[in-house]
């Protein structure tokens, strides 16, 4: 499970890639069209967001990969001290957005949750997403998408064993 907590230890983001039976993975296919479920758990002082495995999200792989590839894009500009953009990951079902951006201090970073209240709620309200700001420290982005990339690495590799047999 990849784990964001900030600065003061108060806003917490765990992602989970899973491997259940909404996994949808065939090799042949493109990145864009096999998908991996995930759990998620956005926790903000008393507020908790979460979607379970019942939820039934998805990422695509090529989502995945760009999600982690940004991640390690700006630990590069951080160690190199070049200044970038804002950086923003969104899933094609638009569960959520997060962003990343630059605070000019040493090994931190902004970072922008976004929630869509109408796919989050399913619907019972909408016209809105609900949303936070919070800084971490660098290792502990990177330390995320390292722990993304093992448990998505887990799974394709499960995934090529399956297919070889």
């Known amino acids: 499970m990849a784990i964001l907590i900030n600065k003061e230890n108060n806003?917490?983001?765990?992602i989970d890639l899973i491997k259940n039976s909404y996994a949808d993975i065939d090799n042949k296919r493109c990145d864009n069209e096999n998908w991996i479920p995930f759990t998620l758990c956005f926790e903000c002082d008393?507020?908790?967001?979460?979607?379970?495995a019942e939820r039934k999200c998805?990422?695509?792989?090529?989502?995945?990969?760009?999600?982690?590839n940004?991640?390690?894009d700006l630990e590069k500009y951080?160690?190199?001290?070049?200044?970038y953009n804002k950086q923003c990951?969104?899933?094609?079902?638009?569960?959520?957005?997060?962003?990343?951006?630059?605070?000019?201090?040493k090994n931190e970073i902004n970072v922008e949750f976004w929630v869509n209240y109408g796919e989050y709620t399913l619907g019972r309200k909408y016209g809105y997403d609900k949303g936070v700001?919070?800084?971490?420290?660098?290792?502990?982005?990177?330390?995320?998408?390292?722990?993304?990339?093992?448990?998505?690495?887990?799974?394709?590799?499960?995934?090529?064993n399956k297919s070889d047999t």
Not at 135 to 159: G, H, M, P, T, W
């Open 133 to 160: 700001r919070f800084v971490v420290d660098l290792q502990c982005l990177v330390s995320f998408a390292n722990d993304l990339k093992i448990r998505f690495n887990e799974i394709i590799s499960d995934s090529e």
């Open 46 to 52: 008393e507020e908790k967001i979460i979607y379970d």
């Open 89 to 105: 990951f969104c899933p094609v079902e638009n569960y959520f957005e997060i962003c990343f951006y630059d605070t000019f201090e």
């Open 58 to 68: 998805t990422f695509n792989i090529g989502e995945i990969k760009n999600l982690i």
């Open 11 to 14: 806003v917490i983001l765990k």
């Open 70 to 72: 940004m991640i390690n």
């Open 78 to 83: 951080c160690e190199n001290k070049i200044s």
